[in-house]
Antibody, heavy 120, light 110 residues
Framework: EVQLVQSGAEVKKPGESLKISCKGS????????IGWVRQMPGKGLEWMGI????????RYSPAFQGQVTISADKSRSTAYLQWNSLKASDTAIYYC?????????????WGQGTLVTVSS | QSVLTQPPSVSGAPGQRVTISCTGS?????????IHWYQQLPGTAPKLLIY???NRPSGVPDRFSGSKSGTSASLAITGLQPEDEADYYC??????????FGTGTKVTVL
């Protein structure tokens, strides 16, 4: 059974750094792209980017390029999403998702979500 | 910026058929990229409902079906059930090299 288990909720202050994680199991972690999707409070889904754990090839949405860093450690079957300096507008639920391919990438399995709250 | 536009809400009585449209452009759906659909029940993570325009993952009831034509697509729910009350999102890919989600539709079962 494919499972993606994310790290717990975080409360941070503006300007602080943060790294959240997503551990995959039940499939070959190195042969599927894995990525992140943001959902701000009461809003829709926004695709942030993906990484291929086997060679760390990374693709970002233009909207998130330079704002976050996506990484992966294939020895731990874990993907990460990192901020260097959080803003209040980063408050959201962040989902990791395994991506399959059918003419293009699409998320097929999702983690449970990590709530990030940024407030002074 | 490319957008996949969905109606904010649709509603229907139990047993009825409802459809959700997803309108894109020549840079995404019209460029030949396929459509996928997700269901997000209140307070939970999204779940894949339809992939590759009209394919259902194992376990998804056959009352859910998808179609695509030109620069748009649609999701149909036939025989609406109370447990279908949720948010639904379409998803495709854009030539700007980005995965795109639709604006989302809230389905209400009357």
């Amino acid at each position: 059974e494919v499972q993606l288990v994310q790290s717990g909720a975080e409360v941070k202050k503006p300007g602080e750094s943060l790294k959240i994680s997503c551990k995959g199991s039940g499939y070959s972690f190195t042969t599927y792209w894995i990525g992140w999707v943001r959902q701000m409070p009461g809003k829709g889904l926004e695709w942030m980017g993906i990484i291929y754990p086997d060679d760390t090839d990374t693709r970002y949405s233009p909207a998130f390029q330079g704002q976050v860093t996506i990484s992966a450690d294939k020895s731990r079957s874990t993907a990460y999403l990192q901020w260097n300096s959080l803003k209040a507008s980063d408050t959201a639920i962040y989902y990791c998702a395994r991506h399959s391919f059918w003419s293009s990438y699409y998320p097929d399995y999702w983690g449970q979500g990590t709530l990030v709250t940024v407030s002074s | 910026q490319s957008v996949l536009t969905q109606p904010p809400s649709v509603s229907g009585a139990p047993g009825q058929r409802v459809t959700i449209s997803c309108t894109g452009s020549s840079s995404n759906i019209g460029a030949g990229y396929d459509i996928h659909w997700y269901q997000q029940l209140p307070g939970t993570a999204p779940k894949l409902l339809i992939y590759g325009n009209n394919n259902r993952p194992s376990g998804v009831p056959d009352r859910f079906s998808g179609s695509k034509s030109g620069t748009s697509a649609s999701l149909a729910i036939t025989g609406l059930q109370p447990e279908d009350e949720a948010d639904y999102y379409c998803q495709s890919y854009d030539i700007s090299l980005s995965v795109l989600f639709g604006t989302g539709t809230k389905v209400t079962v009357l």
